[in-house]
């Protein structure tokens, strides 16, 4: 991402955040590529954020028309039907984000995310994935770790007043101040399919229950074979099924997955508008570290719970 110098322009539009994390990080934000699939709540916080905060481009990927769900948490859905035209999820959030920053290139994508190809996602720096199945979660992450430059991956899931936030940013170097002194600091992630799939007995400490709760609903839905979100009360009792099974087989107590928790989760899949205003910043806010190569990243999970008002970070790895 290293290239031109920040425009006279730029620099006076961003003066107030070139004060706070410094001309050369604006500047690799101005430089960096963003690919986004699966626009809901949470999602249309981060790209809210990333317009602003001046990225170089953002290009949207979500194919669905609009549906009253969407409407209730996605803030860039206009609430006149009459705009809708037939227009795409995308198409509709890109033409509102334009108008949070005209300098910021944002732009649609019309293929199916499990169609890209290493080419096409070589393009990008970031690639954030939301909305979409477990097997392809696991898919665009081993394609973005064939490449031979390094892409920043996070998966974003928000449901009911709940969200988790996976990160991958592979063999990672960055800056981080100590006393007077900038240091350099290296951290390695592992890929989503090999932190999921670390035994659950392995685990250092206590886990979130969030953890635990998302992988039953992910399994429980790959093997429906139905979209993310796509449950209700009716599935609940197969979905407790699955979870005393898993927690027979990777020996946790069963305690460690709260009944009422699955029941809230497969129950209430629409997101709740605060906790995407938390989970969106969250996100953004760990992209424009990894992009500038400042501060202390998120390794490599986080959750928030409105119900305790807790945000935890878990690092789950095949290795301490």
């Known amino acids: 991402m290293d290239g031109e110098e920040l425009t006279e322009q730029e620099t006076q539009l961003y003066d107030r955040q070139i004060r706070v994390w410094g001309a050369d990080a604006q500047r690799r934000l101005s430089k960096a590529h963003v690919l986004v699939c699966g626009i809901k709540g ?20 979500d194919n669905r028309l609009v549906t009253e769900e969407a409407l209730s948490a996605n803030f860039l859905l206009p609430p006149d039907e009459g705009v809708f035209a037939g227009k795409t999820v995308a198409e509709l959030c890109c033409d509102s984000l334009k108008d949070f ?13 499990s169609s890209f190809d290493e080419e096409f996602l070589k393009t990008f720096d970031v690639i954030v994935v939301s ?14 770790r064939n490449l ?24 990672y170097t960055y800056a981080k101040k100590k006393l007077e002194d900038t240091v350099e600091c290296q951290l390695s992630y592992p890929s989503f399919e090999e932190a999921i799939s670390v035994p659950w007995k392995a685990h250092p400490r206590r886990v979130s229950k969030l953890f635990y709760a998302l992988r039953v609903i992910e399994k429980f839905e790959e093997a429906e074979g139905r979209n993310p979100g796509e449950t209700t009360i009716s599935d609940l009792p197969r979905v407790l099924k699955l979870k005393k099974e ?4 990777q020996s946790l107590n069963e305690a460690h997955i709260p009944n009422a928790l699955l029941e809230r989760l497969v129950t209430n899949s629409k997101e709740f508008p605060p906790v995407c205003a938390i989970i969106g ?34 690092d789950i790895s095949s290795k301490p």
């Open 131 to 144: 909305c979409c199945s477990l097997a392809e979660k696991k898919s665009v992450n081993e394609k973005c």
């Open 101 to 113: 920053n005209p300098m910021v290139r944002v732009s649609v994508d019309r293929g199916e995310l």
């Open 148 to 171: 031979p430059k390094r892409i920043s991956f996070y998966t974003v899931d928000c449901r009911d007043s709940c969200g988790e936030i996976f990160v991958d940013l592979q063999h």
């Open 42 to 61: 949470a999602v249309a916080e981060f790209c809210k954020n990333i317009v602003l905060a001046g990225i170089g481009s953002l290009t949207l990927v």
């Open 246 to 249: 898993l927690c027979e087989s």
């Open 281 to 314: 910043g969250i996100l953004g806010q760990e992209v424009i570290k990894a992009i500038s190569g400042k501060g202390d990243p998120l390794k490599n999970f986080f959750y928030f719970d409105a119900v305790d008002g807790k945000g935890v970070i878990e």
